[in-house]
């Protein structure tokens, strides 16, 4: 279905997005420079901008990409000490993940968890406390999941590279996608507001951070959303959803609760099997793995007790 995102960001345009996946397609290609600008100083490895030109420039006259430049001159000391210390680990690094790919086959999924960890990468986002790196360390974690759907490094990076090539057109009958924050002040006929389920939204890290004013800031953004629509708001949530590789149960949200009765039309697949049979509960006769459980689920097994 023809969309267009609308105040927001592309998923593979996000900066942890790109870095990631720089570092990936450096390891597939040693020849990718741009790559290879992208991260040798990411996170921070003392190599400045004077080593990084002076890379650029023995790399024009000798004829070589960065990578095999760098190396070059790693070999015939033209690297100022400091910044020698972090691009020789570079370097090393970069060995190191092509060899675990070749010797150890390390699927490009595994790969990607370890040059995370070894680069410190992740170390960067982690000691950086604030939710706008707790939200990039959650994207790359959806990137990884999202990498499951490929069998190899180099199909997932040809993926990578058609859907951040396709110019899409503005203009047209589309869907128009975007947050709720987003959408403050505009207004359509029909809104589609998915997602309304416990830990999703209110979001269980707005309660946990905020308490009952993290509460109340989602109810607003609540109103913001229904009060988009002129005509109608269709509201939907799932009772499960996939995430971060694992299913988890889902609970609607307190809000959906919240709605006068009068003004909402359910339509409720479960609804019309609970309907069925009024003494309807869940099989307690067998054994379940304990596995993750979302705030909703929680929150229902209170409710029942």
Not at 5 to 32: H, M, P, S, W
Not at 91 to 115: A, E, F, G, T
Not at 158 to 187: F, P, R, Y
């Amino acid at each position: 279905m023809p969309y267009r995102i609308l105040g927001g960001t592309k998923f593979y345009e996000r900066a942890e997005i790109k870095d990631c996946v720089a570092y990936l397609r450096l390891i597939n290609q040693e020849k990718d420079d741009l790559a290879f600008e992208r991260i040798v100083n990411n996170p921070k490895r003392s190599i400045g901008e004077s080593t990084l030109k002076n890379i650029h420039e023995f790399a024009k006259e000798n004829n070589l990409n960065l990578e095999r430049a760098s190396i070059k001159m790693l070999e015939q000391n033209l690297i100022k000490p400091k910044a020698k210390i972090g691009l020789n680990l570079f370097i090393n690094s970069l060995s190191k993940w092509r060899n675990d790919i070749i010797i150890k086959r390390s699927n490009h999924i595994k790969l990607l968890q370890i040059v995370l960890d070894e680069s410190g990468y992740s170390a960067m986002l982690k000691n950086k406390k604030d939710v706008d790196n707790e939200n990039r360390l959650e994207n790359i974690k959806e990137l990884l999941s999202a990498m499951k759907e490929f069998d190899n490094l180099e199909s997932f990076l040809e993926h990578v590279s058609l859907a951040t090539s396709v110019d899409q057109e503005w203009d047209g009958e589309k869907i128009n996608m975007m947050t709720m924050h987003a959408a403050k002040g505009l207004e359509f006929d029909v809104v589609f507001l998915p997602g309304w389920e416990e830990g999703l939204f209110p979001h269980q890290k707005s309660i946990e951070e905020k308490g009952q004013n993290g509460l109340e800031e989602e109810r607003r953004l609540a109103y913001v959303g229904i009060t988009r629509a002129k005509k109608k708001a269709i509201i939907s949530f799932s009772m499960n959803r996939f995430y971060q590789g694992d299913w988890i149960d889902s609970m609607a949200s307190r809000f959906i609760d919240e709605l006068p009765e009068k003004n909402i039309d359910k339509n409720s697949f479960f609804d019309e099997e609970i309907n069925n049979d009024e003494d309807f509960e869940f099989n307690q006769d067998f054994e379940i793995e304990e596995g993750t459980r979302s705030p909703g689920w929680i929150r229902y097994q209170k409710r029942i007790k």
